[in-house]
């Protein structure tokens, strides 16, 4: 079992930054790769960032593409998510989520059904 404990959201200006955390406990969290996810009322759960159990492969979906940067580490067993220049479109709840597949660097990225565990979320509320 892995736990996982988001925090960081809150309430910023459009333009403004946040720096989301996820802390895991339980089995081996360098050996999962991670995810955040984007959900609102209106859409659904939407995987926004990637990073591979090493930390040396990310992918984003375009949405967030040079705004969002997820990062690891390993030693404090902690996935972050850094988002910048943030949009009233960005307002969510944010998810992390582990899974034991792999990051490719191309073609199919994970489904909801791929994670194994997931946190209870964090609400970010971008105002405009």
């Known amino acids: 079992q892995v736990q996982l404990v988001e925090s960081g959201g809150g309430l910023v200006q459009a333009g403004g930054s946040l720096r989301l955390a996820c802390a895991a406990s339980?089995?081996?969290?360098?050996?999962?790769?991670m995810g955040w996810w984007q959900q609102t009322p209106t859409r659904e759960r939407e995987l926004v960032a990637a990073i591979s159990s090493s930390g040396g492969s990310t992918r984003y979906a375009d949405s967030v593409k040079g705004r969002f940067t997820i990062s690891r580490d390993n030693a404090k067993d902690t996935v972050y998510l850094q988002m910048n220049n943030l949009k009233p479109d960005d307002t969510a709840v944010y998810y992390c989520?582990?899974?034991?597949?792999?990051?490719?660097?191309?073609?199919?990225?994970?489904?909801?059904?791929?994670?194994?565990?997931w946190g209870k979320g964090t609400l970010v509320t971008v105002s405009s």
């Open positions: 989520a582990a899974t034991p597949l792999a990051l490719s660097s191309y073609g199919r990225l994970w489904s909801i059904y791929d994670m194994d565990y």
């Open positions: 339980g089995r081996t969290f360098s050996s999962y790769s």
